[in-house]
């Protein structure tokens, strides 16, 4: 089980290698068991600048926060915009993606994200 786990990790990193172009500061991604936050540069899809009106985190929820031709902020709950928690022995796994659709083509893409929570134990 912690080899295939091991292999979906590196498969979302090289994801997130190749479609950020090496830059790592393109996508922030941070979380708690009470919310998900994600920050992206508009031109994190191969360097092809977005609008904050083309990008969606999961099923559909919006940008919240604009720092334009900087940054997009998605600042969610983890039950909301089809966020996955998959509870495993220490953490919780969070699970979405960002979606790219634009408004003048036919063009699409999606890059998953996950964020690991660690479960507090009761003292």
């Known amino acids: ?19 950020c ?14 919310w998900f936050f994600a920050r992206i540069k508009p031109t994190i899809f191969y360097n092809l600048y977005v609008n904050p009106d083309e990008v969606f985190l999961g099923d559909g929820c919006h940008v919240t926060h604009v720092l334009p031709n900087v940054y997009y902020e998605f ?27 634009s408004r003048d083509s036919t063009v699409r893409s999606e890059m998953p994200l996950s964020c690991v929570v660690h479960k507090q134990k009761c003292q």
């Open 21 to 34: 172009a090496g830059d790592w500061s393109a996508i922030q991604v941070h979380c708690t068991q009470f």
């Open 75 to 101: 600042f969610y709950h983890p039950h909301d915009c089809g966020i996955v928690t998959q509870p495993l022995q220490e953490v919780l796994l969070l699970k979405t993606k960002i979606r790219y659709i």
């Open 1 to 19: 089980m912690k080899t295939i786990l091991g292999f979906k990790g590196l498969f979302y990193l090289h994801s997130l290698i190749w479609t």
